[in-house]
């Protein structure tokens, strides 16, 4: 989702304009709802307005800036009629990539509702395009504020001016982390009749990793369709859009490297632990562990590589994005399914941490000043928001396609069954999981949301060693700016010289490479940058008290 680094730079800087162009075509600057239509009838803070309102019937245009985004006709799988059923409302689609999104906003003809990634500049100026949330709220659907809304969200997303513009998807806030309903999304896995073929082994040490390989290669030459076995592999690199695959933040989860000290941003590419483990690396792409094909082929080369079962371990930092390829891999060749076992550690064994969610979330979901029905706008919001809109997005419809069971949803035994082998097909017919814009990912958890049982156990693995980390959240310049070019380009030169490590024939090698590059970074503005990061989390650590 995340990997048009230098597209989102450039595109960063467009926005800019087309924002100043979208101000001038008559979407005013005042943030005040008070020119708004009047309510239909007086909103209530303990009842959804959505509840009151079903005699209305509108058609609202929703933009969502990602070209995958492809769904049924809206009212056609479960999910969606169900919201039809409820609401009253028909959605009418508008997809769409950044060049689009660039377009839009500088006409100033704007959808109803739009949503798109949170860290885009033009998110930062939404005052210029969107309607405040919670004026929108107070005239229309207290009950947003009041129950559908996280308190700790809204007030992580006020801005200075005291309105919140744009609702997240996927945020997860302190309370989420202590009822235990978050999810990792790291995960180290090895195809198990290889892992028990050789006495189960700890990989956790560099020379357990290393002999593990070794072991599997001997035992394993071969796959089933005649290719050779790779020992080893992770998360595809982009190496010429600074993509670091699983070889930085994720492995550093993995070695449990701190992301401050002091409450300062720490420097994790220079500590001991996370050098230890790239020279590990090193080792096992010397020894022919770890092929080239790490550094040439792409994110879904590598998936479909593992739905062939090709690599022994992979060391993955999206478990959510493995569930198609697991399940072919296990149709294929059920006695060859991954699990999850413990990774890399670092060298007091202390056990890996990940995060399993930000307050900040994903995308940003907003409410446009040129919408042509605030007040059904604001409603729908606030449905996908609330419980019970959750439990629709999530599960479907009660009796039909889950039923409740000691308080925990379960699918029907057709749901199940068709989500574990045909995702396309589920997706379109039930369009469960398909209406993620604002609803609450850890309250459908602690209601019994599980992954497809493919990841299930690479989930459960990283359950328990997940940990906020609000504090970092969004402390990187913003695109568009100086520093944020100078940034692209010391991500970039940090791939790039990440692959020259591992592939340097001699530790003294590799340590010079890497030493060189950790103190190059000065020359694109690196001490600039680590300000501006501890600057940022100064004030995140204040809007957190």
């Known amino acids: 989702m995340k990997k048009k680094s230098l597209l989102l730079v450039v595109a960063a800087a467009i926005f800019s304009l087309g924002l100043a162009a979208c101000g001038g075509s008559g979407s005013s600057s005042s943030n005040s709802a008070s020119s708004l239509p009047a309510a239909r009838f007086k909103p209530s803070a303990k009842t959804p307005s959505w509840q009151k309102d079903k005699k209305h019937s509108v058609t609202l245009t929703w933009y969502v800036n990602y070209d995958w985004f492809k769904r049924a006709p809206w009212g056609k799988d479960a999910v969606s009629a169900k919201i039809k059923k409820d609401m009253n409302v028909d959605i009418k689609w508008v997809i769409g990539s950044d060049e689009k999104l660039n377009t839009m906003m500088a006409s100033g003809k704007l ?175 010397n020894d022919g562990l770890i092929t080239d094909g790490q550094f040439a082929d792409n994110d879904v080369k590598m998936k479909e590589k593992l739905t062939q079962g090709t690599y022994f371990a992979y060391l993955h930092s999206n478990t959510k994005g493995l569930n198609e390829f697991m399940s072919d891999n296990n149709r294929r060749n059920p006695k060859e399914e991954y699990i999850a076992i413990d990774g890399p550690k670092n060298s007091k064994g202390d056990t890996s941490t990940f995060s399993g969610g930000s307050l900040s979330g994903w995308t940003n979901t907003f409410i446009t000043k040129k919408t042509t029905d605030p007040q059904k706008a604001m409603e729908l919001l606030t449905y996908l928001a609330s419980k019970e809109g959750t439990m629709v997005s999530t599960f479907g419809v009660e009796g039909e396609n889950y039923e409740m069971k000691d308080g925990k949803a379960v699918f029907m035994d057709e749901t199940e069954k068709l989500r574990n082998t045909d995702i396309a097909k589920y997706d379109l017919k039930m369009g469960m999981g398909n209406y993620w814009f604002v609803s609450d990912d850890a309250y459908a958890i602690s209601k019994g949301e599980q992954p497809a049982t493919s990841i299930r156990q690479f989930v459960a693995w990283a359950k328990d060693k997940t940990q906020p980390r609000f504090q970092v959240e969004d402390i990187d310049p913003t695109p568009g700016t100086d520093l944020a070019r100078s940034l692209t380009q010391v991500n970039t030169t940090r791939v790039q010289t990440l692959v020259k490590v591992i592939k340097s024939g001699s530790e003294a090698e590799a340590k010079k490479t890497w030493n060189a590059f950790l103190k190059d970074r000065k020359n694109n503005k690196f001490t600039d940058i680590t300000a501006y990061r501890n600057k940022q989390i100064a004030s995140n650590l204040k809007k957190l008290k």
């Open 111 to 285: 959808p109803d509702i739009m949503t798109f990634d949170r860290t885009l500049a033009v998110a930062q100026e939404a005052q210029k395009f969107a309607l405040p949330l919670n004026q929108l709220s107070k005239k229309y659907d207290p009950y947003f504020l009041a129950s559908a809304a996280k308190p700790q969200t809204v007030k992580w997303y006020t801005k200075s001016d005291g309105n919140i513009y744009g609702y997240p998807s996927f945020s997860y806030t302190s309370d989420d982390y202590k009822a235990k309903d978050v999810q990792g999304d790291q995960t180290f896995i090895v195809r198990k009749d290889i892992y028990e073929k050789i006495g189960k082994p700890d990989m956790s040490t560099p020379q357990g990793f290393l002999a593990a390989l070794k072991k599997a290669k001997e035992v394993q030459p071969k796959t089933d369709n005649g290719a050779a076995l790779v020992p080893f592999s992770g998360t595809a690199l982009d190496i010429q859009n600074g993509g670091d695959g699983a070889f930085g933040g994720t492995l550093q989860d993995f070695l449990a490297i701190a992301v401050t000290k002091n409450n300062k941003w720490y420097d994790r590419d220079s500590d001991p632990e996370y050098w230890t483990w790239l020279n590990t690396f090193r080792e096992a792409y």
